[in-house]
């Protein structure tokens, strides 16, 4: 049982790199999200997809973009890193907006920017 | 614009103790409350989802309850064992946003043998 894969587990990049952080699910999920924890702090929503083709911004969109090309895949992209961005990534998936299905989370991208 | 709140920030208990953590929203218009269960470097996994015609949810030695007019949801440990030191992070999703989540900050519950 996969659920949601993400990758790298560990990355640190320098000021002004940029770098593409992988999710995939196996759960043939619609909807993907992707947030970032700071330490001591809870989640806060970058982007999510309702299906294949389709991306929305959620509350902390700048300094990132998404695309959504495939059902399995969700990569997040960080053009141009900066220290703000270091930070907890996760990526989450559900079914449907049903509302008794639960997200479920990859283990986390730990990105520092240095 | 939807806010939680998690109280306390964090907690520690000798093991065997009942505890409670706390969670409040500023909008009731909401669809459903999830508890969430976060080991250090780990991702999250649903504990408990209450939806908001629900009054409460149990899952073994977990109770969490919700009071949606007065935006409240309390979960309910019992008999704390070791294995539950985590955090703990609610999150709340509201009726116009869509399936999208707003989270709390978070409790770190500490249980010591």
């Known amino acids: 049982n996969a659920g949601v894969t993400q990758t790298p587990k560990f990355r640190i990049l320098k000021i002004g790199q940029s770098m593409t952080l992988q999710c995939a699910q196996d759960?043939?999920?619609?909807?993907m999200y992707w947030y970032r924890q700071d330490p001591g702090m809870g989640l806060k929503l970058i982007y999510y997809?309702?299906?294949?083709?389709?991306?929305d911004k959620g509350e902390v969109p700048n300094g990132y973009n998404v695309s959504r090309s495939t059902t399995e895949d969700f990569p997040l992209r960080l053009e141009l890193a900066a220290p703000s961005q270091t930070s907890v990534y996760f990526c989450?998936?559900?079914?449907?907006?049903?509302?008794?299905?639960?997200?479920?989370f990859g283990d986390g991208t730990r990105l520092s920017i240095l | 614009k939807q806010e939680v709140t998690q109280i306390p920030a964090a907690l520690s208990v000798p093991e065997g103790e009942n505890l409670v953590l706390n969670c409040s929203f500023t909008?009731?218009?909401?669809?459903?409350l999830q508890w969430f269960r976060q080991d250090p470097g780990k991702g999250l996994t649903s504990l408990l989802l209450?939806?908001?015609?629900?009054r409460e949810q149990t899952s073994g030695r977990l109770n969490a309850s919700l009071d949606k007019s007065s935006g409240r949801s309390t979960l309910y440990i019992a008999a704390s064992q070791p294995g539950d030191s985590a955090t703990y992070l609610c999150?709340?999703?509201?009726?116009?946003?869509?399936?999208?989540?707003?989270f709390g900050e978070g409790t770190q519950l500490t249980v010591n043998p």
């Open positions: 989450a998936s559900t079914d449907r907006i049903t509302t008794y299905q639960p997200q479920h």
């Open positions: 759960m043939n999920h619609n909807y």
């Open positions: 997809s309702v299906g294949a083709g389709i991306t």
């Open positions: 909008d009731s218009a909401i669809y459903n």
């Open positions: 209450i939806q908001s015609s629900q």
């Open positions: 999150a709340v999703r509201g009726e116009t946003s869509g399936s999208r989540l707003t």
